[in-house]
């Protein structure tokens, strides 16, 4: 008998049990809804502490911002530097609140750093032209070695980094801009140069050594002022071919065919003392340079060579780079 009740009670206890496990239940179900209906779950975004808005999508929102970080949204991005990352909270929120993912978005590539990636074509490490791709530096460095460019030793290619972005120049202008033509060194060894001073002043300065005529002709213009020029020599005038010989003992110390500054084809004897004879407008030349000759030996043949008129040997005579007057010691 006891047990027969004490299963009824069970039983009952257990009934009123269920029924307010039911109750709660449903009563749950009524609060979530209700919830539900004002609020939505969403997560408050924080950037440096700050509140700065409320994203639907957190995923979206950060592979956004991450793909940003990795590419930047330009053309030349390299990457971009961000110091903080958002930080997301879950919370509910009032429905009549909207998310305000893109500005959540903008306000933290706001404090981010775009570095640009580019290059720099230089010229003795000197940055001269900016292009925006590496194939693009690269042929204007081609094109220029191509071109045999005067400073095609000194191109190079740097790849540059930074925050902003320099003004682009096409490969056409570039290689215009930075070619330089090449240089053709001229031989100019002391002896080749042209006379340093004229001496006018009409005293004789003495060469140690003595002369001998180099040709025998027609004295057809004197030394000194000549068509408002100086004349720093003086003219003998002899058929083409005539034999020059050599004013005194010496060593040749040039003689090379060419335009040699006017004097055509010609030849610079030393004599030692500083004093030099030089021989212009030959024909042909019959010693060479480093040659030593002696007084009377043939050199050259009269001409018409550089910058002359009719046959003639142009004979000057220098003292330490001055021309003198030949007429002081010969003809
Ligand atoms: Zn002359």
């Not at 720099?120 to 693009?136: G, L, P, R």
């Not at 045999?148 to 290619?157: Q, R, T, V, Y």
């Not at 057809?220 to 020059?244: C, L, N, Y």
Request: with cysteine; hydrophobic share 35%.
């Amino acid at each position: 008998m006891f047990k027969i009740s004490s299963l009824k009670k069970v039983i009952i206890n257990l009934r009123k049990c269920t029924k307010f496990t039911i109750i709660i239940v449903i009563s749950m179900f009524l609060i979530v809804g209700i919830v539900s209906s004002f609020y939505k779950p969403i997560y408050s975004v924080t950037l440096n502490g700050e509140m700065i808005g409320y994203s639907e999508n957190k995923s979206k929102l950060q592979e956004k911002i991450n793909s940003y970080i990795e590419k930047g949204n330009g053309e030349n991005v390299a990457f971009v530097d961000i110091s903080e990352l958002p930080q997301y909270k879950l919370c509910l929120l009032k429905r009549d609140i909207v998310p305000n993912d893109e500005e959540v978005f903008e306000k933290v590539i706001s404090q981010g750093t775009q570095y640009y990636k580019y290059y720099a074509v230089t010229v003795d490490n000197q940055e001269k032209s900016y292009v925006s791709t590496f194939s693009e530096a690269e042929q204007i460095v081609e094109q220029l070695k191509q071109k045999n460019s005067n400073n095609k030793d000194k191109l190079g290619i740097i790849e540059k980094y930074e925050t902003e972005l320099k003004e682009f120049a096409t490969v056409e202008k570039t290689v215009a801009d930075l070619y330089e033509k090449k240089v053709v060194k001229q031989v100019q060894s002391s002896t080749t140069i042209a006379a340093k001073g004229v001496n006018t002043s009409g005293k004789v300065v003495n060469l140690g050594i003595s002369l001998i005529r180099p040709v025998s002709g027609t004295l057809t213009s004197r030394f000194g002022a000549r068509w408002g020029r100086s004349h720093k020599g003086i003219d003998i005038g002899a058929p083409k071919g005539t034999k020059i010989v050599a004013a005194a003992s010496g060593t040749v110390t040039y003689a090379q065919y060419g335009y040699g500054g006017g004097y055509g084809n010609h030849v610079i004897i030393s004599h030692g003392n500083g004093v030099q004879t030089l021989y212009g407008h030959c024909t042909s030349l019959l010693v060479s340079q480093g040659q030593h000759v002696s007084q009377g030996q043939t050199i050259a043949t009269v001409g018409n060579t550089g910058n002359s008129q009719g046959n003639h040997l142009h004979l000057e005579i220098r003292v330490n780079g001055v021309a003198q007057n030949p007429q002081n010691y010969l003809y």
